[in-house]
């Protein structure tokens, strides 16, 4: 019953049309009114010398104003069907131009012409829309694409060994065993990719409810877990970690820390080092600060390393326990807390990267 009621409901043109001509009628029928009531008013006041029978023929029924009427009353309502047909004109062409478009040809946009009213300032809105849906739909393709890419290299290489492990005729139990080490090893390595996936996917998503924590002590618990790896690779830590009071989740904000860290101590070189700060702006956000030495990184390549499997300067860099989402997954996280994330290279080697998070209210 309610589709049947939506479906019988009037278009946009028809109410224009009534409106329109409804408003002209009711003026008109106002001002037929006033001077009917001024005519009669009039002829009551006639003069003493009036022809007999003179105001009853005023007070009879005349038909001309009655056909006037009718007449005003249809040339009223072609009159504005065909003013709202071609107010709505530019409409029906957005609405058009809109349908044609999906999602595979997002590079499309409507055409926008004209004074600067609410109809092209639609346009342009909707032009904007699609090419941040253009964007979104093109780093998702890329995103799958590498994705895909880099869990078949594992995948192939396992495949491989095992191959080669049962084709040999000759081997032993100690080359089996060693062929399974390598599998199981080629499997975590998938199953850190897979994590840090639903990382980055979730952190997209957004976060549905807010804690309190201290950004200093989540700091200090990752760079507790991360000292001997440091010392394994010859890289010195220097934290300075004021309290830096926030809310979001705070998992998240541990992995955001987590990948910060991790990124200054594996982008780095023997004998570099690795400076973290914490604590608050003037305008009460909580901050973290990271701050590494490393290659020089040029400008250009800032963005490019922030997206997923993407390093500066060219081809993505393979590591042995990453997987080029650490500063990807910062920046998902940084956006759902609505963070503030700066990226500064440093003209000696290394990164400089700040994550601001909003003061609490």
């Given amino acids: 019953m309610g589709a049947l009621l939506r479906a019988r409901r009037p278009v946009l043109r028809a109410q224009l049309t009534l409106l329109y001509s409804g408003l002209f009628l009711a003026v008109l029928a106002g001002v037929l009114l006033a001077t009917n009531l001024l005519y009669g008013h009039t002829a009551a006041r006639a003069p003493a010398g009036t022809a007999p029978g003179t105001a009853d023929a005023s007070s009879r029924f005349d038909a001309g104003p009655a056909l006037v009427g009718l007449a005003a009353a249809v040339v009223a309502l072609v009159g504005a ?87 040999d005729p000759h081997a032993d139990l100690a080359s089996l065993r060693a062929a399974c080490t390598e599998a199981v090893e080629l499997g975590a390595q998938q199953e850190r990719l897979i994590d840090a996936l639903l990382v980055l996917a979730t952190s997209e998503r957004g976060i549905e409810h807010r804690d309190p924590f201290d950004l200093a002590q989540l700091t200090e618990q990752v760079l507790a877990g991360r000292r001997a790896e440091a010392d394994e690779r010859g890289v010195r830590i220097d934290a300075g970690l004021g309290a830096a009071p926030a ?115």
Avoid: C, K, M, Y
């Fill in 81 to 167: 069907w065909w003013l709202a047909g071609r107010f709505l004109r530019p409409l029906h062409a957005i609405t058009t131009t809109a349908q044609r478009i999906s999602a595979t040809n997002l590079n499309q946009r409507l055409t926008v012409r004209g004074p600067d009213d609410e109809l092209t300032r639609l346009g342009t809105t909707l032009n904007d829309l699609l090419s941040r849906l253009e964007s979104a739909f093109t780093a998702q393709r890329h995103f799958v694409a590498n994705a895909s890419h880099e869990l078949r290299t594992p995948l192939a290489g396992q495949r491989t060994l095992l191959q080669v492990a049962l084709a």
């Fill in 247 to 361: 809310t979001g989740d705070r998992r998240l904000v541990e992995l955001l820390v987590a990948n910060l860290v991790d990124n200054a101590i594996r982008h780095n070189q023997a004998d570099g080092t690795v400076e973290v700060v914490t604590g608050r702006a003037a305008g009460g956000e909580a901050t973290i600060a990271v701050r590494n030495t490393g290659p020089v990184i040029a400008p250009e390549d800032l963005d490019r390393i922030f997206r997923p499997f993407q390093r500066a300067g060219g081809p993505r860099l393979r590591h042995r326990d990453g997987h080029g989402l650490g500063l990807a997954i910062v920046a998902a996280i940084a956006g759902s807390h609505q963070a503030t994330l700066t990226a500064h290279p440093r003209p000696a080697g290394g990164l400089d990267i700040t994550v601001a998070f909003p003061a609490d209210r």
